[in-house]
Each structure stands twice: as structure tokens, then as C-alpha cells.
């Protein structure tokens, strides 16, 4: 009766192609620090999910896991403070993780598409300090597709986008102050934790492709600005907006406004040789404390 049973089961298993999986992860939340090298570049004081105790990491660790997954995430919190685990719009449990505990989160991982995380205690200070991630939920199939049977990709890019106001946010929190959340003027702009300086040349960042080639790119605003990104080279395809998948034929933008915990996907397709700019449109966003060129910025490059 039960090798019948077991039988049985692996044929399910085997009907739908892939089995749903249990993911466990492991967070630990810490202070540390954040360096935006070139002009105008300096060292923020950050709170950030690292996948080590002692090393939090700006944007925290992008947890990816299948559609139909049971997701465990245990977060060790190593701060003086309470904190939590949030995953926007897919877990409920704002409850606190206390100082020096930790607290283990269970969900099934949903449809297939980009999710941000983040602590949403303390009025968005521990979110603007460091404390916000991605998780990126595949098809069942584990393809290289949007969705089942949604547009396929060759490359994948994950685009974190972030401000932070060292003087009035930072400064004050890291120092024990109250901070006062009415004045919010960001003066550091990041894509995946790096200033453009860096992010122009971050592999991990910048869409490189040869001719044809299909980029799915998930934006994933965890600022406390929406930002409007500029990609220059070839329009793009905007696929899902915070999971609204877009009728086809999907539009072709060259522009996408970004709120504040709103994500989209766009597919971008390398057209021509040469290198271009990808940039937020706003001025101040293109800088680091003022300084131009620097922020939210990375390249687009055919190879
Ligand atoms: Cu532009």
C-alpha cells in the first residue's frame, strides 16, 4: 500500500514537471556601512538583511525561488532595536522580531514575478536605511520565462532602486536621534547599492547582451521617491507592473515612472552596436550629494 502510494505520487510529481520545493533562507540583520565611491561619493551609515551575522548587505541578499514553493526565512536580528520581515503585497506578519532574537516567516511562494521585502517598522527610517530586498518568484518549470508560458528572456537583471538623506535620515538614526520623517531630501541615489560611478560598471548590473539578445529587467523601487528611468539605445517592452501582467502586444516605452514599493518588468532587446546610458531622468538623482555624474545610472552595452 504505501510503495503504491509512493508511486503514485512521484507520477503527480512527474505530470506537473517540477516539484514545488522547501526554501529555507537565513537573514541576520546588523548595522553597517554603505561607501559610494566617485564624485561626491562617501560612506553612509546603513542597517541592512546580510546572509552572514556581521556583514548586512545594501541591497539584502534576492531570494529566488519557484512558483508553488514553501518559503522559510529565518532573520536573526542583531541590532538594539525591534525590526521584521515584510514581503510586499505576500506576508502578513508585521509582528516584531525582538532585539538580539530571531523569528522564522513561512509563505508559498505566489505567481510568478518580483517581490520587494523590506522592514516596515519605524515610519519607512528602517526601509530608507538599508533594510529592503528582493524576492524573485520563477515559474514552476524553473524556465527562463516572465511567467509559465509568458516572454522568454536570455538575461535576467535586478535594479534596486534606493535614496537615502545621509544628514537628516542616516546621521540621525545611526546616532540614536528621532528622526524627523515630515523633511525627506535625499542626497545619495543607488542602483543595487552603488552609486553610478560604480554601477556603469558593475557586471551585475549593466545590460550587456549581443544582437537580439532579450534582457528582463526587474525594477524594484525600495526608495522613499518615485523615479523615472530612461533607457536609451531601444525602447522597451513594460511586461508587469507590481503583478498586473500587460496585455500583448505590451507596450513600448522609453520611460517608466517607478513609485515608492512599486516593482515593474520591462524586456529590453539589444538593436544596435555602441553603449548607452541608462539613467533616472531627474537631475538631482544623477548625482551624489550634488555632484554630477553619479547616482542612478548604469549602461547598456551590445558585446
Ligand atoms: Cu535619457
Request: hydrophobic share 40%; net charge negative.
Amino acid at each position: 500500500m504505501l510503495k503504491k502510494l509512493g508511486l503514485y505520487v512521484l507520477l503527480l510529481i512527474a505530470q506537473n514537471g517540477a516539484e514545488a520545493a522547501v526554501r529555507n533562507f537565513t537573514l541576520h540583520i546588523d548595522n553597517g556601512n554603505l561607501t559610494i565611491t566617485g564624485t561626491g561619493g562617501t560612506t553612509l551609515s546603513v542597517w541592512g538583511y546580510g546572509d552572514s551575522a556581521g556583514l548586512p548587505s545594501v541591497p539584502a541578499p534576492t531570494l529566488t525561488v519557484n512558483e508553488g514553493d514553501t518559503v522559510n526565512v529565518t532573520v536573526y536580528n542583531h541590532r538594539n532595536a525591534e525590526h521584521n520581515f515584510v514581503v510586499n503585497n505576500v506576508t502578513a506578519d508585521t509582528s516584531p522580531i525582538a532585539s538580539n532574537g530571531s523569528k522564522t516567516y513561512t509563505f508559498a511562494a505566489p505567481t510568478a514575478g518580483s517581490y520587494i521585502y523590506s522592514d516596515t517598522m519605524n515610519n519607512n527610517v528602517n526601509r530608507e536605511m538599508g533594510l529592503h530586498g528582493t524576492v524573485i518568484v520563477r515559474p514552476a518549470d524553473n524556465s527562463n520565462a516572465a511567467w509559465t508560458g509568458g516572454p522568454a528572456y536570455t538575461h535576467e537583471r535586478t535594479w534596486v532602486i534606493s535614496d537615502m538623506d545621509k544628514p537628516r535620515w542616516n546621521d540621525v538614526a545611526e546616532s540614536g536621534g528621532t528622526v524627523n520623517t515630515a523633511v525627506y531630501k535625499p542626497n545619495y541615489f543607488m542602483l543595487n547599492g552603488l552609486g553610478g560611478f560604480d554601477a556603469m560598471m558593475d557586471h551585475g548590473t549593466m545590460i550587456m547582451g549581443m544582437m537580439d539578445e532579450v534582457t528582463l529587467v526587474r525594477i524594484v523601487n525600495a526608495g522613499q521617491f518615485s523615479h523615472s528611468l530612461h533607457f536609451h539605445g531601444n525602447h522597451f517592452q513594460v511586461i508587469n507592473i507590481n503583478g498586473a501582467r500587460q496585455p500583448e502586444p505590451f507596450e513600448e516605452w522609453d520611460t517608466i515612472n517607478v513609485p515608492p514599493m512599486s516593482v515593474a518588468e520591462v524586456l529590453y532587446t539589444i538593436n544596435q552596436t555602441g553603449e548607452y546610458p541608462m539613467h533616472i531622468h531627474t537631475a538631482q538623482a544623477e548625482t551624489a550629494n550634488g555632484v554630477y555624474l553619479n547616482g542612478g545610472v548604469t549602461m547598456i552595452m551590445m558585446h
